[in-house]
């Protein structure tokens, strides 16, 4: 093929497909807000302050206290200020030669000047106390967050919505940085409008109600913005949910190797500006009804506030009050304005949090209902056998299930190994006999005890898993062995794992030993090979000594000697616990005291390796399919 043919069907090729829509139905599937009134919204304020004040008083008692009493601090000194202001005016305005009318003020200017230097002492305390609280609330709720995941049973993963509603609290976690700063502005306003709305109430009790009426509109535009604000959001949380772990996945050094080699930058760009377009078109297309909002809620609050001043220029200049009487009022008049527009712009904030914390408290609940609630019986050791008596297990949204009418029998000292194609329901089969899923029908036991009814804490304890798709953690080599669970203070039993898996030179050849970072995007650390991360892996599950072993494809990235090592530490260590290995390849079952072939979710064969061998069945062809290369 000539380069003028390669280029001419590169001109002519289709463009890149652009991201899917990603849509799901079900009951997350509707914005909480579509039904939503406006009198419902605020009346969410006070009950969001309330969470804010018991999250914070769980995280800092003292700084919350702190940061209350400087809140009557700043009222108070609001108070006094203007109430000497007043006092002040009286002279300052009055008749006499200015020496004397400024020496008759001076008191009460000074009582100004402190009142006012308390008040901003008040409200640099109040932020110290302030940035107490923030950190350490924004580490509870985010750890809350982690841990609710982490602890949720793990059938919930596969349920519509999940992770776009992890998603969304997400957010709730970020706002839990602004949030006490927003809630300690809008109470120091609300005690700034109280004071200043009192003394203007005692000067005249028309100009009040105008100023509320000035400064009202502003807020309804604030909410209801928040509210605009919070439905893209909501319309946008999938697809960042999804542009989030594509851009994870696009920029991690692991598979930038791939990323090149099949010319994948520019659709990856390609993808990822797509669906970043998607929600600024959200965005976007939002703009037109904030600018409405904005524009009439600025054109109801100009004509009262146009009222108020008008209001305090007629009572003025009819003789109705004193010209001191309204100096402060006009003093009063502002600060009432500044106190009321900060209450404002404050409690839309709090609005805004409410709706986000909100979305993280639904999400934590259901977390916690979806944790594991099994019972509390403890399983005495040894584990002697394992029974599956008719187990069912369907995956939601799922048509068929992935393990039907499975019975099997499991006995200490026995090495069992499951074989079958991809999607036959091998895996499944392992996290229901570690109760990591419990079946939709029949029932898994392990020395009679129900899984259903015992505690998963007594018997994940007793096992050790080495799943297809493993974790390459960034810690150390020790602590990607033991998991943080030493059993020792010295590392005999860490060498004892690495040396089963035959990789000790690697780990001696690492820069600090036990002691190496394994992960090469990490200043100082370093990287292992795919094979050598999967012994790291076999090594995690050896050191923890289980009574339950299972293997799921344990040798896949290993060289043959590495794997016959790995074959041979299973046999020679099968007599004190019961062994599952799971694979593709027929030919390592030959050190299984029992095998079972599964298909489409159901056992269609068992026996012994020399058994299946001659039994003409899919066994047999498996192991001549693996053998015919």
């Not at 509603?165 to 109470?187: F, I, P, S």
């Not at 960034?474 to 998991?483: C, Q, S, Y």
């Amino acid at each position: 093929m000539t380069s003028a043919t390669t280029n001419d069907q590169q001109n002519t090729a289709p463009p890149p497909p652009a991201p899917a829509e990603i849509t799901y139905a079900g009951q997350y599937s509707v914005n909480p807000l579509a039904e939503v009134g406006f009198r419902r919204m605020c009346a969410q304020i006070p009950a969001v302050l309330g969470r804010i004040a018991r999250l914070s008083w769980r995280t800092d008692r003292r700084a919350v206290q702190l940061l209350l009493g400087c809140q009557v601090l700043t009222g108070v000194s609001a108070a006094v200020l203007l109430t000497a202001t007043a006092h002040a005016m009286e002279p300052v305005l009055g008749d006499g030669a200015a020496a004397d009318r400024l020496r008759e003020a001076l008191p009460a200017l000074l009582v100004v000047a402190l009142a006012a230097a308390l008040g901003r002492g008040a409200g640099a305390v109040a932020t110290y106390a302030g940035r107490r609280i923030t950190p350490r609330l924004t580490t509870e709720t985010d750890t809350a967050l982690v841990e609710a995941v982490c602890r949720v049973e793990a059938a919930a993963y596969a349920e519509d919505g999940f992770s776009d509603r992890h998603e969304a609290a997400e957010m709730g976690v970020v706002r839990t940085q602004t949030m006490v700063a927003d809630a300690q502005r809008l109470l120091s306003a609300l005690l700034r409008m109280v004071t200043a709305g009192g003394v203007l109430s005692v000067l005249n009790p028309l100009l009040l109600p105008l100023l509320l009426l000035a400064v009202l509109p502003a807020g309804v535009g604030a909410v209801l913005t928040a509210r605009v604000d919070y439905e893209i959001h909501y319309a946008n949380v999938a697809d960042r949910n999804v542009r989030g772990m594509m851009r994870w996945w696009a920029t991690t050094s692991k598979y930038g190797d791939e990323v090149r080699a099949n010319s994948m930058t520019d659709y990856l760009v390609h993808w990822y500006r797509t669906l970043s377009e998607r929600c600024d078109r959200r965005t976007l297309d939002a703009a037109p009804r904030t600018l409405r909002i904005a524009l009439l809620s600025s054109l109801a609050g100009g004509v009262f506030l146009v009222a108020t001043w008008g209001a305090l220029a007629w009572l003025a200049v009819s003789g109705r009050i004193e010209l001191a009487v309204a100096a402060t009022a006009v003093i009063a008049v502002q600060t009432t304005l500044a106190a009321l527009s900060q209450v404002v712009v404050s409690g839309a904030a709090v609005f805004h949090t409410s709706l986000y914390l909100g979305d993280m408290q639904s999400f934590l609940d259901t977390a916690a209902a979806r944790a594991p609630r099994r019972g509390s019986r403890q399983l005495d050791p040894p584990v002697a056998e394992i029974r599956l008596d008719e187990v069912v297990y369907q995956y939601p949204g799922k048509d068929e299930p992935a393990v039907d009418g499975v019975s099997l029998t499991l006995e200490r000292g026995q090495i069992l190994a499951i074989v079958g194609a991809n999607g036959s329901g091998k895996s499944t089969l392992t996290r229901l006999l570690t109760g990591i899923y419990l079946p939709d029908k029949g029932r898994v036991t392990w020395n009679g005890a129900d899984l259903a009814e015992t505690d998963p804490a007594t018997v994940w304890r007793r096992t050790g898993l080495v799943p297809q798709i493993f974790a390459q953690w960034p810690l150390r080599a020790r602590d990607n062995i033991t998991l943080g669970q030493p059993r020792t203070h010295d590392d005999t039993p860490v060498w004892e794992a690495v040396d089963a898996v035959g990789l000790r030179e690697a780990v001696e050849a690492l820069p600090a030993g036990l002691d190496t970072l394994l992960s090469r995007e990490v200043f100082g650390g370093s990287e292992l090979s795919g094979g050598q991360w999967q012994r790291i892996a076999c090594a995690r599950a050896l050191y923890r000594r289980p009574e339950l072993l299972i293997l799921d494809e344990p040798t896949s990235q290993m060289d043959p000697r590495g794997e016959h090592q790995i074959f041979e530490r299973i046999k020679s260590i099968a007599g004190d616990r019961i062994t599952i290995v799971v694979t593709h390849r027929p030919e390592n079952t030959r050190i299984a005291d029992h095998i079972v072939v599964m298909e489409h979710g159901r056992i269609t064969e068992q026996g012994r390796y020399d058994d299946l061998v001659h039994a003409g069945g899919t066994f047999a062809e498996l192991l001549a399919l693996s053998q015919d290369r």
